[in-house]
T-cell receptor
Framework: GAVVSQHPSWVICKSGTSVKIECRSL??????MFWYRQFPKQSLMLMAT???????TYEQGVEKDKFLINHASLTLSTLTVTSAHPEDSSFYIC????WGGGLWQETQYFGPGTRLLVL | SQKIEQNSEALNIQEGKTATLTCNYTNYSPAYLQWYRQDPGRGPVFLLLIRENEKEKRKERLKVTFDTTLKQSLFHITASQPADSATYLC???????????FGTGTSLTVIP
C-alpha cells in the first residue's frame, strides 16, 4: 500500500499568524505531491503541485505568496499559510502519486487532511 | 476550460437498491477516469480506475462504465448498504501532466 500522513490534523490560530502543515509519504518516495483545499460541502480544489527540489506550480487564482510550498525531500512537502485570515479557514488535504515503471501511477494517495480554523 | 460535473449534490436511496452516480466532463480527453470515496472530515480513498479503451469495470458491488463519446462515466453501487453513505468523487486523468482535478462530488445516503 501507500500511506500519506498529515500533521497537524487540527489547528486553530489567530488572524495574522502563519500556519505550517506537513505532508509525508510514509512508505514510498513522492517527487510530486498535491495540495487541495476543500470548503464544507464542496469538492476538492487543487491549489498547487509540489515538486521536490524545485518550485511549486500553482493553480490559477492561488496566491503563491500566501500559500508557501516547500518540498525539500522525497517524502515531505509543507504548506505554510502566511498571515492567515478567517477566510483561509478550510480543510487542507495533500496527496501523492507513485512513480514506477517509467510512468506516474494513476492512483492518488491522500492524507487525512488538516482542518484550519482562523479566529 | 475543463469542466467536471457530477449529477447531483445529494442522492438518497433505499438500502438494497442500486445507486447510480454520473460524471460528465467537457473540454477534456482523459485517458482514464477514477472514482474516489470521501467520508466526512477525511481524505478521499481510491475505489476504481477505468481506461478509455474499457467499457466497464467491476469490483465487488461496484461497477463503472466509461463512454468517451458521451464524455461520461457512470458509477453503480449494487445492493447498497448504509455503510456506502459517503461522498463520491470522479477524477478524469490525462496522460500529459500529472495533476488531478475532481468533480463536484455526489453525497450518497443509503436509508436503512
Amino acid at each position: 500500500g501507500a500511506v500519506v500522513s498529515q500533521h497537524p490534523s487540527w489547528v486553530i490560530c489567530k488572524s495574522g499568524t502563519s500556519v505550517k502543515i506537513e505532508c509525508r509519504s510514509l512508505d514510498f518516495q513522492a517527487t510530486t505531491m498535491f495540495w487541495y483545499r476543500q470548503f464544507p460541502k464542496q469538492s476538492l480544489m487543487l491549489m498547487a503541485t509540489s515538486n521536490e527540489g524545485s518550485k511549486a506550480t500553482y493553480e490559477q487564482g492561488v496566491e503563491k505568496d500566501k500559500f508557501l510550498i516547500n518540498h525539500a525531500s522525497l517524502t515531505l512537502s509543507t504548506l505554510t499559510v502566511t498571515s492567515a485570515h478567517p477566510e483561509d479557514s478550510s480543510f487542507y488535504i495533500c496527496s501523492a502519486r507513485k512513480w514506477g515503471g517509467g510512468l506516474w501511477q494513476e492512483t492518488q494517495y491522500f492524507g487525512p487532511g488538516t482542518r484550519l480554523l482562523v479566529l | 476550460s475543463q469542466k467536471i460535473e457530477q449529477n447531483s449534490e445529494a442522492l438518497n436511496i433505499q438500502e438494497g437498491k442500486t445507486a447510480t452516480l454520473t460524471c460528465n466532463y467537457t473540454n477534456y480527453s482523459p485517458a482514464y477516469l477514477q472514482w474516489y470515496r470521501q467520508d466526512p472530515g477525511r481524505g478521499p480513498v481510491f475505489l476504481l480506475l477505468i481506461r478509455e479503451n474499457e467499457k466497464e469495470k467491476r469490483k465487488e458491488r461496484l461497477k463503472v462504465t466509461f463512454d468517451t463519446t458521451l464524455k461520461q462515466s457512470l458509477f453503480h453501487i449494487t445492493a447498497s448498504q448504509p455503510a456506502d453513505s459517503a461522498t463520491y468523487l470522479c477524477a478524469p486523468g490525462a496522460n500529459t501532466g500529472n495533476q488531478f482535478y475532481f468533480g463536484t462530488g455526489t453525497s450518497l445516503t443509503v436509508i436503512p
